[in-house]
Structure formats: structure tokens, C-alpha cells
């Protein structure tokens, strides 16, 4: 079993109260590490850290210089990417390769804002009067960052990248079931040039030390990745300083399939965006629309598929389900799953296997109603609910029925159609013909309850800057009006 500690200040620390938590394998319910159950008085030292940096240096380093330590920490992700992969399946559950696939993203992820650094520009506008008008972006300052536990490097890359490229210091806060390959990383921040106070990564459970982050007056942004619940509170604690928020919490995105899509695609495609990472994925394509005609046909294909999915360790390299993150993940996926057997038909699983390990089947529910519970409310496990329907409005009417909007995804030969439905859909993001491949270079986030802001992209760093007009009179004569 491992000590772990936060970074705090260029230090690795325990916290102020000595309080410490466990950290699980999900595979075998072992313990494996303890981490600092960080409070208030941490995050006040993590954020007067950020603080001193922001004001004492970071800010007035130039953004080729931000671009380089960014780039740097890709490369240091690249070079220990089997042993953060390792480290990320072991403590979350996920299958070794696709844990590997995400250091891999985070490493793209550094280097793509490493390069944007350099990229970020004002503008200078036209205006009547006789003067030259700019508007310039400037780093926000201290941000705040909550990030959850089903992609614990990725998500901190989705918002660490953004925030430094931009020119603001961070207080981080991995997910308390996932922090390890964050602090596991935060061991080269000193290596690769990064300030001390720069990047504070401060671990502790959601009220007791997320808490304390939003209502820091200090902190003057904060970004959340999470349950919709959670961003509420986040969202009322923000309001007492008017603090700026970027939301992005769950879905119960529409995976839609027309009569004439390629099957063999089409359930390979529902299959991949409903069970990857075992479904805790923000984005799952947890309701599958499948039009009339092709309606048994294929949810046949699809039970038929999901009962050869292997599930077991996610450190065998064979396995293409692990475990849920916690046991308390596994309960709420099991109560939805009784849930379900009450609400809908089974196709395929809708139980867990016996033993060690926090594992479910991958479920599959047919003829459910959407206004059933387990097409209204985010599971966030293996669990897809097939809803069939008649034609193009009808998909459309279900899909948007929801009060979610992250995703959704159209699967049809039809040109006309695709774009038809694509404009219909209420989601901030929209595939045809696939579900789940995410562009670090395109915007990410949601409509309705799904939140707001975007990450990713160029948009990912307007979220961390403030727009400041600057006036530069050429008129050298007094005003006159006196
Ligand atoms: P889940 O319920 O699946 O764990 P959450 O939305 O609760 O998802 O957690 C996402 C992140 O939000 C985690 O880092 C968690 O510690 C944090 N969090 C939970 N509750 C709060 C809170 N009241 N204030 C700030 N952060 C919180
Ligand atoms: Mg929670």
C-alpha cells in the first residue's frame, strides 16, 4: 500500500488535520494508497500558493515559455505512459488499453494547448471615433478546477491545458476515488520548469475540500466536470461572488438508428457508445432509438453481442469491461438495473457476476418507454435502454425529450436526413455515423442541464480569460465640452 501526498506549493504535503482516506482497486475492493483528506485550511494555503504565483511571475511569463512547460509535460506523460496507464486501470477500473489511450490523449491534449499558448490573440476594431480600439484577452487569475473519476489524467489535462496555456494558476481537485495518476504526475511538475504555486493539486472528498475551492474568494473561476446535482451546489456557492463557472455534467444521450444505416456499424456502434469505460462515460449513448423495421432484428444483435463482452480486471489486456469505480457506483448501477426489470423487457445481463470486484454485466433493456427512469435519469454504468420509433419527427421528439443535452448521434445512410436531424437535436455535440470519438481541437459541452461553457479547443481557453477594451484616444486636444 502506498503513501500519497498533495503538491502543494512545489511540495508534496500532508494535510493541515493529518486526516487521511483510502484509495480502492475496484478489480479486487483492495485498498491500495491513502491520500490527504484535504479541508478548508489546505485549499486556503493551495490557493494563497496559486495566488503568489499568479501575481509574482506566471502571468508575466511569456506565452512561448507556457507553451514549452506544456509541452514538456506531454512529453513526460509520453515517456511513463505504461506506468500512469497502469496506475490510472488500477485505480479506476478501466481496461488496460484504454488507459493507455488516454495517456495518450492527455498527452495530445498538453500539446495541443502548448501550441495554442502562442495562438492567443486580441483585436483591434473599427470604430467612428479618432482613436485605435483593442480588446485584449488577459489571464482570469487563480482557477478552480473539480474533476471526476471515470477519466481522472484525461479530464485533468481537459482542464489543466486550458487554464496554464492561458496564462492562470490552478487549484486541482482529482476525484477522491481517482486521485493517483494526477499526483503520480505532479512528481515531474518541478522537472519540466513548472513554478512553484502554479499547479496546486490538493485531494479530499467533494463537500469538505471542492467546497472550500468554489467559495474561495480568491479563486475567480471555477471548472466542473460532474454529476448535474453537484453542479448546482457548485453553481449557488459560486453566485454569493458572482464567480465565472463552465458546467459540464451528465447526459442521457440519444444514439439514433434509421432502417438504413449499415447494420453491422449501426450495433457495433450502439454497443461502443453505451459499454465503453463501462459506462461512465458523460457522453454514453444510453438511449438507443431504433427505428420500427429493424427494431428486433436488432436488439437480437445487440444482446447477442453484449452477452461475448469480456469483462473482468481491467489490467488483462483481453478485457474490454472492468469493474465500476466503487462499490457505491456498483449499487446505484445494480438499483437502476432492478429498476429497469420493473420499468422494460432484458435482452442481455441485468444482474453481476458473484466474487470480488465491483463488476457489472453489460445490461441491455428493450421496449422501454422514455419517460421510464432508465430513459430519463443518468446511470453512468453498462446499461442501454432501446426505445423504438416510427419515423424521422418521432426520433427527434423522443430524443430531445430530456432535460439533457450533451450528446447524441444520427446513424443513416441519408444525407438529407442526417443533417435534418442533426439541426433538430438539442445537444452540444452531434455525431453521424459514430458515437463517442472526441476531437481535443472541437468544443465539448452541453445544452439544458448538460451545462455550460465549452472545453477543448480554442474554446476551451476563453473560458480562463477575461476581455479587456482598451481606448487609445489620437485626439490631442481637450474634449471641449466644458
Ligand atoms: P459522483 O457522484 O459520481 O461521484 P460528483 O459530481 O459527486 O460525481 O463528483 C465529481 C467531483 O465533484 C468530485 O471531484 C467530487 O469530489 C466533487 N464534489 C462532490 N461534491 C462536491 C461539493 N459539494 N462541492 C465541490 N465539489 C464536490
Ligand atoms: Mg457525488
Known amino acids: 500500500m502506498k503513501t500519497y501526498q498533495m503538491y502543494v506549493d512545489g511540495k508534496f504535503c500532508d494535510a493541515a488535520s493529518g486526516k487521511t482516506f483510502n484509495v480502492f482497486d475496484p478489480a479486487t475492493e483492495e ?18 500558493a496559486a495566488k503568489r504565483a499568479f501575481y509574482g511571475g506566471w502571468r508575466g511569463t511569456s506565452a512561448q ?40 490523449d ?14 492567443i490573440n486580441g483585436e483591434v476594431i473599427q470604430v467612428p471615433a479618432n482613436a485605435v480600439v483593442m480588446a485584449v484577452k488577459e489571464p482570469m487569475g487563480v482557477a478552480g478546477q473539480i474533476i471526476p473519476w471515470n477519466y ?64 474561495h474568494p480568491d479563486v475567480r473561476k471555477i471548472a466542473f466536470t460532474g454529476s448535474a446535482e453537484v453542479g448546482k451546489i457548485i453553481m449557488r456557492s459560486a453566485a454569493d461572488q458572482l464567480k465565472r463557472v463552465s458546467l459540464e455534467l451528465g447526459g442521457k444521450s440519444p444514439n439514433i438508428f434509421f432502417s438504413d444505416a449499415d447494420f453491422e456499424a449501426a450495433v457495433d456502434g450502439a454497443l461502443f457508445g453505451v459499454f465503453i469505460n463501462q459506462g461512465e462515460v458523460c457522453s454514453a449513448g444510453s438511449r438507443v432509438l431504433v427505428q420500427q423495421d429493424i427494431y428486433k432484428r436488432f436488439v437480437d444483435a445487440c444482446a447477442a453481442k453484449a452477452k ?22 456498483r449499487d446505484r448501477v445494480r438499483r437502476y438495473q432492478e429498476i429497469g426489470k420493473r420499468e422494460a423487457k432484458v435482452a442481455a445481463g441485468g444482474g453481476a457476476p458473484k466474487g470480488k470486484g465491483w463488476y457489472v454485466e453489460p445490461t441491455i433493456f428493450y421496449d ?30 423522443i430524443a430531445n425529450a430530456t432535460p439533457y ?5 444520427v446513424w443513416t445512410r441519408d444525407i438529407f436526413k442526417a443533417f435534418r436531424v442533426v439541426k433538430g437535436l438539442e445537444a452540444g455535440i452531434v455525431w453521424v455515423n459514430h458515437m463517442q470519438p472526441t476531437m481535443l481541437e472541437a468544443p465539448w459541452g452541453g445544452y439544458k442541464m448538460s451545462g455550460f461553457g465549452r472545453e477543448l479547443g480554442h474554446w476551451g481557453v476563453e473560458e480562463y480569460l477575461e476581455t479587456k477594451q482598451i481606448y487609445i484616444n489620437l485626439d490631442e486636444a481637450p474634449i471641449g465640452w466644458y
Open 31 to 48: 485498498v491500495i494508497a491513502t491520500c490527504p483528506a484535504g479541508e478548508a485550511a489546505d485549499v486556503a494555503r493551495a490557493v494563497a
Open 65 to 104: 515559455e507556457r507553451g514549452r512547460i506544456l509541452l514538456r509535460l506531454a512529453e513526460r506523460i509520453r515517456a511513463r505512459r505504461d506506468e500512469l496507464a497502469r496506475i490510472e486501470t488500477l485505480n479506476s477500473g478501466k481496461p488496460i488499453v484504454e488507459s493507455e489511450y488516454d495517456m495518450d
Open 106 to 119: 492527455s498527452a495530445t491534449c498538453f500539446e495541443y494547448y502548448g501550441g495554442l499558448a502562442t495562438k
Open 152 to 215: 481522472p489524467l484525461a479530464m485533468a489535462a481537459w482542464k489543466l491545458g486550458p487554464a496554464l496555456a492561458a496564462g492562470c494558476t490552478v487549484v486541482i481537485k482529482p476525484a477522491e476515488q481517482t486521485p493517483l495518476s494526477l499526483l503520480d504526475l505532479a512528481r515531474d511538475f518541478e522537472a519540466i520548469g513548472l513554478p512553484p504555486g502554479v499547479v496546486n493539486v490538493v485531494t479530499g472528498m467533494g463537500p469538505e475540500c471542492g467546497g472550500p475551492i468554489v467559495a
Open 308 to 329: 461475448t463482452i469480456k469483462v473482468g480486471p481491467g489490467i488483462e489486456r483481453e478485457t474490454k469491461m472492468g469493474p465500476l469505480v466503487s462499490a457505491e457506483q
Open 368 to 397: 422501454v418507454d422514455n419517460s421510464a427512469t432508465i430513459a430519463q435519469e443518468e446511470i453512468f454504468g453498462p446499461v442501454m435502454s432501446v426505445i423504438p420509433f416510427k419515423d424521422e419527427a418521432h426520433a427527434l421528439e
Open 405 to 409: 443535452g450533451l450528446a447524441a448521434a
